[in-house]
């Protein structure tokens, strides 16, 4: 096998969709037995100061609608969530509906990411 540079895989990084990236992390967690996760000692180290003026520390991920391209979303959900395709199905066609609750900023940014890229119309709450 041919060893890739760091350039091309880069290059082949960027040409990725935000759930094909969401897939290869975790096959290189579950590969390497890692976490993308940040550590807990650098979040630690931040003043409560801070932390209340940042804003809420716990969100809700509301779904709006699914857009044109239903199945695109009903995938993203289903990526999301962990529900299976007829849950994820189900879960769409409810919308406007929460697809996740109590989970961070930064968590729910990444979901409302994946899911407009998919077509959805998202809110977080």
Do not use: R, W, Y
């Amino acid at each position: 096998m041919a060893k890739l540079t760091k350039e091309e895989i880069i290059a082949s990084l960027k040409e990725m969709t935000v759930l094909e990236l969401n897939e290869l992390v975790k096959a290189v967690e579950e590969e390497f037995g890692v976490t993308a996760a940040a550590p807990v000692a650098a979040a630690a180290a931040a003043p409560a100061e801070e932390e209340v003026k940042a804003g809420p520390s716990e969100v809700t991920l509301v779904l709006k609608s699914c857009g044109q391209a239903k199945v695109a979303v009903i995938k993203a959900v289903q990526a999301i969530t962990g529900l299976g395709l007829m849950d994820a199905k189900k879960l769409v066609d409810t919308a406007p509906c929460n697809i996740k609750e109590k989970i961070s900023p930064v968590e729910a940014e990444e979901h409302k990411k994946a899911l407009v890229a998919a077509g959805a119309e998202v809110e977080i709450k």
